[in-house]
């Protein structure tokens, strides 16, 4: 607890997650012709500090990876850091705001103990799929992210609320061209209206700029949509969205104006022990060497807790990506995973997992890679 002047007092909680992890890697960064397997080492530091009081809370998260390699690969560092402040501007209105910086290497799969289901976006949530960028997959290029947004919530009434928001990000990829190199600014408005306590209807107008570097060319993405959302019997929810997908470009790859659609849907059930999770969404994104293209990606999620101590989950995704600037043709990526939790404390968590990963290009070509992992994390300060 913190005091500060006035008489307000404040809650703030610090907390560090380590974790120590070995494993084995067929094809440890898609890389094609495969360089070979390896055992590897890695250790994760994610720390967390958190201070809120009645009317606002602040949040700073970071991450920091090392993954050392016994043959084949030099060993890597990966980090990352996000501010977050929402506060209450009155009882109508409030606003959020965020900066976030990530430096990581492309086609190296995540840390050990991340087998565990992260839910999907939901539709209102935009295209962060959580999949790295495809035309990059294979080149054990490093890539830097950063980004920072504002937004606003406004209830209107009982039943009507407006939210909107800015974002702009900056990618940049600093072993390769310049052209690669790009910047976005995104505006959002959405209005939702609450049909019953569980159901609720809505419409969002999304449009993005990216510009790259040198002469790579600039782009523009507008998708205004219908939103839906319902909580059904016996635990399930229904999250969906539909409108147009208009892509205009200009510069290296010539003018262009496309029109198509846009559409995301995300069911899930909770229960008692178990969480399921299937999504579908068609949208558009930038990558480094392919522009602005469209993509459909697929996904199902299931946890299920055997007892007390005991979890287990599975997951699997698939994305595929049109072609576009630099790369032409089509690109897929395909995961599945499988492991298990095992809580030997409050504190203290071992993890076990196993999984596939497939990287494709309708020109030719893919490379896949296997593995199996464990890692055990450690819980330091406040528990979340």
Request: glycine share 12%.
């Amino acid at each position: 607890m913190f005091a500060f002047p006035g008489g307000a007092w404040a809650d703030g909680r610090v907390s560090v997650d380590a974790e120590a992890g070995a494993g084995i890697a067929s094809n440890p960064f898609l890389t094609s012709p495969n360089e070979g397997d390896s055992v590897y080492f890695e250790f994760n530091l994610l720390p967390q500090f958190r201070i809120e009081d009645q009317l606002s809370k602040t949040t700073v998260r970071g991450s920091l990876r090392h993954r050392s390699y016994m043959s084949h690969y030099s060993g890597t560092s990966e980090g990352s850091i996000d501010f977050t402040h929402d506060r209450k501007l009155s009882n109508v209105l409030d606003a959020t705001f965020l900066v976030g910086f990530e430096s990581a290497v492309i086609g190296q799969r995540n840390a050990p103990g991340d087998i565990t289901i992260v839910e999907p976006p939901t539709p209102e949530e935009g295209n962060d799929l959580g999949v790295p960028d495809v035309t990059l997959v294979g080149s054990r290029q490093r890539q830097q992210r950063i980004r920072a947004s504002t937004s606003l919530d406004y209830d209107m009434s009982e039943r009507d609320s407006l939210s909107g928001g800015i974002e702009f990000g900056r990618t940049h990829n600093p072993n390769l061209f310049d052209d690669t190199n790009y910047q976005s600014l995104s505006a959002s408005v959405k209005y939702k209206r609450r049909l019953s306590e569980r159901s609720s209807i809505g419409a969002v107008m999304n449009g993005e700029r990216i510009w790259y570097d040198s002469n790579g060319g600039t782009y523009e993405i507008y998708r205004p949509q219908l939103v839906y959302s319902t909580r059904l019997a016996a635990g399930w929810s229904l999250d969906a969205a539909a409108g147009g997908l208009i892509i205009k470009g200009s510069g290296t790859p010539g003018d262009f104006t496309s029109w198509s659609y846009s559409a995301s849907v995300l069911l899930c059930r909770q229960g008692e022990r178990s969480r399921f999770c299937a999504a579908l969404q068609r949208d558009a994104t930038a990558s480094a060497l392919a522009g602005v293209r469209r993509f459909v990606n697929a996904s199902a999620h299931y946890s299920h807790r055997l007892n007390k101590d005991l979890s287990a989950d599975l997951n699997s995704t698939y994305s595929r990506f049109g072609g576009g600037r630099l790369q032409s043709g089509s690109s897929s990526l395909w995961t599945a995973a499988g492991g298990v939790q095992l809580d030997l404390s409050q504190r203290t968590i071992a993890h076990a997992g196993v999984g596939l990963r497939r990287v494709g290009y309708s020109q030719g070509g893919h490379s896949t890679d296997g593995y199996a992992q464990g890692s055990v994390s450690f819980t330091l300060g406040s528990l979340r």
